[in-house]
């Protein structure tokens, strides 16, 4: 298992430099659900909710969440992203709507950070528009798929065998 690098030598947190390292071209998709009602998933499956397009919204939600993880996440570095895609897409076995965004950057750090928050405030976006029908949503489990580049290469979850990442 790898060190922690956020750790500096005498047990501090430090942002780690990554000024020396070369830039390589970058990957990393990530997934998460919220769980909903059967009925309130047809409506916004339909766009027949109160509230209008809450997947567009979500959508928005997400790409900018992307673009402003370095302001939420203390010691993630600001990135030029190359592009960011964000599917979502109904599981109606799960009963639950499921967020993967993929970002993509030729940077000297990798963009898992970027994909994770932008499925997680996609997800609370959806919360927060449909909490008044429904303040049981569930939202969960949420996990990188896989990431490329780097020093560190590829990586590919265990749980994800079916995913086609390239």
Known sequence: MSELTHLNTAGEVHMVEVGDRPNSRRQATAEGYIEIGVELLEQVLSGNTKKGDVLAVARVAAIQAAKRTWELIPLCHQIAL???EVAITATPERNALRIEVTS???????????ALTAVQVGLLTLYDMLKAVDPALTIGP??????SGGSHGDWQH???SSLNYG
Do not use: C, F, H
């Open 82 to 84: 190359s592009g960011i």
């Open 104 to 114: 993509r950057t030729t940077a000297s750090t990798g963009v898992e950070m970027e």
């Open 142 to 147: 949420v996990r990188l798929l896989a990431k």
């Open 158 to 160: 265990p749980l994800s």
